[in-house]
């Protein structure tokens, strides 16, 4: 499996957070955003959605069938892919492929019941998902797209929610969160790697990071398969990154909520940054770090410019240049920073300002492709539109539309 240049993820933010489907012409709201295989890995057949209706029966504990639905069998990508998710708020979400060619038409290809955690591997023919157990646990189970053939990685063990599953850049291991949750008690219990073979069955787990206080959830694993990316449980979550070839764990003293980091191959390769947090700020930061050494140079936020990250900062293809979206900073006496609008803006590699980028007002920055930036914006009506804007401005290339509220950007494949 080819490892892509550039690394993107993106956090567990508590707050602050762009919101995924929501009016794009207001300002930033501060809502936020183990192992024994299944017995039969026989392929799930499509079946009818799980009713809606309240009173639905609980789904029989550690029926893996149960929660999935292939809407399209075989589906794997033909290219470069935008996958996004529509959460219905009653427990199912739906995935559907978008081409980033406006030519092309989405397809719907799968949902999910009662999951809570889920990432497709980087050539998007496997996902990783964590699903409710019964009422008193979560396991974690892989899915073949194109088979349909689905098993548990993580054993069933009542009062342990196994969470937020993230693949290796190779697709050979999961890296998951682990807690015990009681009525009386709470407790981490780390971080864990569990190997798969080429079926997606289990090959042996093993913790790489904790307990560690509250613990946390993973966010995802560096191209070189050298850092894990995670994020604390905690009121503004964090930004931790574990070095897995030393266990050695790096806290970044960041301003704002729990943060988003970017890679790219030259030193210092790293793009740190925090959204903001909560009603009245403060506002975002962003860092340039070198893993090598260490170092950690602001350049964006706090003191370094009048502007201030509020969504995730992006590499260009080619590492030379990286997109933000931004505010402007608010007055000193202001106790908000709501009152300033949103824009797409370009900087060089040493975090100096070069251009905002024409007609993204209002519009938040996902991804940065080949073929452009892939944005978020919401016309007058309320639809959410996914775009493909290019750097020097013009007409977006407008790739998908809904009216649906819990819609998000889950990943971009390329098989």
């Known amino acids: 499996m080819r490892r892509p240049a550039l690394w993107l993820i993106a956090g567990v933010i508590a707050c602050g957070a762009p919101p995924a489907a929501a009016n794009m012409s207001a300002t930033p709201t501060d809502q936020p955003a183990t192992p024994t295989p299944i017995a039969s890995t026989t392929p799930i057949p499509p079946t009818a959605p799980p009713s809606a209706a ?236 070198d893993d090598v050494t260490g170092a950690a140079t602001d350049a964006l936020g706090l003191s370094s410019s009048n502007l201030s990250p509020v969504g995730m900062a992006l590499w260009n293809p080619t590492g030379t240049r990286f997109a933000v979206s931004v505010i402007d900073r608010p007055a000193p006496d202001s106790r908000s920073v709501r009152n300033s609008p949103v824009s797409i803006t370009i900087f060089d590699a040493s975090g100096t300002y070069r251009s905002k980028v024409p007609g993204t007002e209002a519009v938040w920055v996902l991804a940065w492709l080949p073929e452009g930036i892939v944005a978020l914006g919401s016309s007058e009506d309320g639809t959410t539109e996914l775009s493909l804007v290019s750097e020097a401005g013009g007409s977006p290339q407008v790739l998908y539309r809904t009216r649906e509220q819990n819609f998000r950007l889950a990943a971009v494949v390329s098989p």
């Open 54 to 289: 309240a009173g639905i029966p609980q789904i029989t504990r550690n029926d893996l069938s149960a929660h999935i639905r292939l809407v399209k069998n075989g589906w794997r990508p033909t290219g470069r892919t935008l996958v996004v998710t529509v959460a219905d708020g009653l427990g199912t979400a739906k995935f559907i492929a978008v081409p980033n060619d406006a030519r092309g038409e989405p397809v719907p290809f799968l949902e999910l019941t009662d999951a809570f955690g889920w990432q497709l591997r980087p050539d998007g023919r496997a996902l990783a998902v964590a699903f409710t157990n019964g009422d008193d646990s979560a396991r974690i189970a892989t899915l073949d797209l194109a088979s349909g053939a689905a098993r548990w990685v993580t054993v069933d063990e009542p009062g342990i929610y196994d969470r937020s599953p993230v693949w290796s850049p190779d697709g050979s291991s999961i890296y998951y969160g682990e807690s015990a949750s009681t009525v009386a008690n709470y407790g981490d219990r780390g971080l864990f790697r569990v190997s798969v073979d080429g079926s997606l069955g289990d090959l042996g787990t093993r913790l790489v990071h904790g307990p560690d206080r509250n613990g946390g959830d993973p966010v995802s694993v560096s191209p070189d398969g050298r850092w894990l990316s995670w994020t604390r449980g905690q009121a503004g979550g964090s930004t931790d990154v574990l070095d897995l070839s030393t266990g050695v764990n790096k806290t970044f003293d960041i301003a704002g909520a729990s943060g988003l980091v970017a890679w790219r191959t030259t030193r210092p390769r790293a793009l740190v940054v925090s959204t903001g947090c909560c009603a009245g700020g403060p506002s975002g930061q962003l860092l340039l770090w």
